[in-house]
């Protein structure tokens, strides 16, 4: 450990992503030289109880039903939160203002002005942020990236995505905190964020949407089995046509009900030299077609993830081993916390996750008038 | 032959559809249990020299370079249009007046005006028509509406539409017949309208779009390597909104500039119980998955083409051995023929190619506009 | 037609490759200039019931119970037998000796002097021989082996190959011909040949194997649903380990009883600079992998089937439209029309029957002798 | 931590596995409700810097260039042997010795005779041992043992196993440890012991085999770059057909110069009533093929890892996330453990990498004399 600072960390929230962002600092502490000495300090959750349960099975020292004791605990530099997206204001805006580096998972809040509010915070205080978009953490997404970057694909002219799994395909699936508005959205603002992101990220600024809404399940049991329905007022499906910044055209789908799918992320980028085409189904591939090859041995490559597309190497020597969705947890961490060190921005911190809410509201501002609407981007 | 009634075709064009046309007719033959004796009589290309040449390549006893002249042949029942889009309706109103069956070539003409007046003389005469939405006539494409139609994924919710392939990605193309304003349209009227076809005979009538195109290349050479442009007035991309009357929601795209897509004609259908995945670039299989399969052994089938999925059987008596393209334009010949047999209309006859170019037609006025346009069907 | 040579067909069979054969025939009349005009003369069956409706439906002009006629027909310039493996001698060489082309399904015959009996009988009448090895006759099967010899994958260093079916797996399933042991042996001779005759004619020569063979079943019904058993004497499954005469080592497998498997007609190739994966089951894909590639974006290449592989645009002129089993069975007429007109030798003539026979062969006897067996080539 | 006990981790080794197998501890802690409180004791490396720098990434509390320091470590509990090949005897005896659990990498010992030496040790010392035979460790491959066990695919007929890479594809790359005949063999030794594994776990003893060994590289550089060459002793390739037990056959290849393979560790299991397909390329899918399903909509089902493939959900609550290698090692890691709470034996401890070294030593037995070798199970 010899010089290396001390970072703490305090977590908030113990379901799917509270542990998952547990795995990925501990993996990526075993995997990355990271720049710290990491210290899991407290964890805290709704009940004691369940904040202690955690605090055995995630490795942390201390457990608290309390998120407000992580803000003045001096041992903590990080808060990191994975509560419900309607929380995460509260809780960034808190943190951020004792001066702590913030790490939550997407979407940052349910609304622009809220977003706005913690990126400015955060800008003001000086503190380091990250928003989890877990999916663009792949070695292979960074091949995306540096494939259309050095231009190897050409310029890129059209573009789709897909954010599509099932959980909420069955009608008897009860109301829940899912379907809540407040939390700014159904299945755009929940699972769409992420293929947002993805062309954000391999693409660029989205200029202008125009898109449709479905309620695809009008109501819900107001518990499973219950005879009793509560209104659906978020969307089960959202499609947007998209126009790029830089004259790229697209389009994207979120859909929550897509029975039989269970991570269909999907992109596929075509350009005037080539084409990229990824799954997260398989998310160790990438399919890459280049115009330049010879046409009698031409055809979509099918690139397994190896030592040559960083950082899958930190995790495995040999290629075609294969990194699952914690190690992507893992490099989003490491991302963050060499941010920290470096005092530069994670390429997907707050400014980010507003601009991602940003594409959400117009998305859906666009599905109620029915008209294009344009985002102000920067 | 026996009592088999003799049944006289007259090819007009004998371009890659005129010859696969002919391959169709050909191999229906041989494969098929015919409701007549085929007799290929005549051939007509704009040319004498390339109407004698697909006469012998192609099977036909007699050629001509006037089409007019099949019109009158007394060994002519059918006539099969297979010229650029713009000749059709001219080519089919004077078939339909002059008694004879009716094969033409997608889509079926420019506008829904023209398509209406040659439906109307069709349905007026008696004669039976076809379209040549070939990849319909498919025993995958076939099973996928069996099982849509037993009820065995449930209803249909979502669903989701693609034609593309590559052969205008090169802007250095020169301007073609295939950009003229006046054929109707650009990749939406040319491919598109296989999707839409597609579309309607699994999930039916659409209600109403929402779409926009795209000119990707604003301007060609007007001959290959001339520095005098011609600029580019149609759509290389399209990308549509659709409802269903079912309810059912969905969004297909054409584009015929995408990098690398040789036959991307794909559609995903996901239904209450199951869903059904299907590309043509492997049109042997179709995908399908259901809700009801034991939780721990569910995923996608791939189910390959064999005898217990008719019409295969008349190609193959094993399982696995693969149809190819052209054994698809044999499907419709045959469906053509048994038709005209039976009195009966083909599910893709002009009536359809009609309600087909309903659709390409509301889509590129909803383009125009920005807003849902309503498809009046039937 | 004009100055077009007649050639006049007698086809023996009509069962499941005599149907496929007169495909082939007619289908390669349209889509290949062959250097005759086709004239599909007569048809012989067992019966003149069958024969007669085999006339009609796959269009020749007689029909006959006596294949001896075909023989002593004027207008019959080449015989076609597609009758069971234990007729093909007999009727070959009856062909021979009136001076008849002889088309012959695979495997040539049952033992390895009957083939050379064939050969020779050939060669000295100097007629022009063809046997059945379909799944050669695959433009991606071109593309594979023009890859190999022009050294794009380096030296071939390992080779599996795969003929696996499943269509033996029930063993309810009755004794029938296929498992008459005066055939020449069971899955290996029936199925197995074309993995041999794949394997040759990719990595050239084999110079000895080792083998085992299997009877899964070891007793079948006499017939369905009969209590009366009759012994299997013959091979479900066998084996092999190969040595090429090139330094090349590797294995095939030949299986009737793979549960789930079709058409398992599969080869991989490794060599020094790149690798080939090729399966039946997607016929118009070949999968390359080059190790020259960049590291980075280096993958086994998807290939589709285009224009830009021989013989794929006699059949369509675009990409990715897909060819069919009928379709190899054009290219392999095609190719034995042509030798006809030029008086050279197909790559599976008759010679190359009995040097796959040799390889059949020289396997049974490994398996029943546990001992590594060579196999004169030349 | 309340009542668990302690228990202290000694590492031998820091290379690629000594570092899987940190990780595979470390994610375990994080995931499972393990019986211990995990302790990383102490790390050794052949050089201290070696060990000082593992103890820092991997997290241990001390390091040292001396292994036999761990054995009388009173903190720890487990030895666990990641070294090359030919040290795991002494180490593993020495553990033993001391009443170490040990935990070894695989194969187990170059020899037969070490290996039963090293179960015997264990056996009388009461110790639980592990060998990290990883791609078991696989919930697909659970699935694919209760798929078998539940007979829902039947009995098993036929098999294949493949275990490929291509890391000594470049005839240039130099001499290494892997290369030394101590160790007791090269391809087969090194990863077809895997591939072994695997069928012996699923389709159970291997009663003998017949093989061939190749070498196809004869001498190497004795270091990069180097002209003086040294031979080759041990196998590029090996090849064996397979009997079991159970009266099923099959054949496994080891090979680690396939070009263009990464991780093609692939098997293929055929029974009465349907099959199973598996490659490690896509280590979170399984396909299986039923004969019970409806004959119309049957196909391989390509199933998802999920959380009703246990133990998947202890990494991620939701399906198609998809775990990586490291994980398989946690779950190895865990399957230990409870067995060391239990007093149970894992399935893959010393006594099955001692029964897999029996098939590894017959393989090259039967190589040397082409004979079939017995391998005497149990």
């Known amino acids: ?87 995460h204001r509260e809780m960034a805006l808190a943190a951020i203002a004792h001066g702590k580096h913030v790490y939550c998972e997407k979407p940052l809040a349910p609304t622009v002005a809220e977003c706005a509010e913690m990126v400015a915070a955060a800008e003001k205080a000086g503190v380091v942020t990250q928003v989890g978009f877990n999916y663009l953490k792949n070695p292979m997404v960074f091949l995306a990236k540096e494939l259309i970057e050095s231009g190897e694909i050409g310029e890129i002219r059209s573009v789709r995505g897909i954010h599509a799994e099932d959980f909420m395909m069955d009608a008897s699936a009860p109301w829940s905190w899912r379907l809540d508005p407040r939390s700014g959205g159904g299945a755009l603002a929940d699972i769409g964020s992420h293929i947002i992101a993805a062309l954000r990220h391999l693409v660029g600024p989205i ?49 929550w009900s897509a029975t039989g799918r269970k991570m269909q992320h999907d992109f596929e980028i075509y350009g005037t030299k080539g084409s990229i085409v990824f799954t997260q189904e398989r998310l160790n591939e990438l399919k890459v077609w280049f115009a330049g090859d010879d046409i009698r041995s031409r055809g979509y490559r099918t690139i397994w993830a190896g030592p040559e597309h960083p950082p899958y190497g930190a995790f495995c020597v040999a290629p075609g081993h294969q990194i699952g969705f914690n190690d992507l947890k893992a490099i989003e961490a490491n991302e963050f916390l060499q941010a920290i060190a470096t005092g530069s921005r994670p390429g997907t911190d707050f400014r980010e996750g507003f601009e991602v809410q940003k594409v959400v509201s117009a998305t859906y501002q666009s599905a109620k008038t029915n008209t294009w609407v344009q985002i102000g981007n920067g």
């Open 207 to 255: 200029s202008s949407v125009l898109a449709e809404t479905i309620i695809q399940v009008p109501a819900r049991p107001i518990s499973r089995g219950s005879s009793e329905m509560r209104a659906v007022e978020v969307d089960d499906i959202t499609r947007a046509f998209v126009r790029f910044e830089s004259g790229a055209t697209g389009s994207f789908e979120a859909n």
């Open 1 to 87: 450990m010899g010089g290396k600072r001390r970072i703490g960390v305090g977590l908030i929230g113990t379901g799917f992503m509270g542990k998952a962002h547990a795995l990925g600092f501990t993996i990526a502490a075993r995997v990355f030289d990271l720049p710290f000495e990491l210290d899991l300090v407290s964890v805290a959750d709704i009940s004691l109880d369940g904040a202690e349960k955690a605090r055995r099975s995630l490795g942390f020292r201390k457990a608290t039903a309390d998120w407000r004791e992580l803000l003045t605990d001096p041992d903590i530099d990080i808060i990191d939160i994975t509560t419900p997206n309607l929380l």
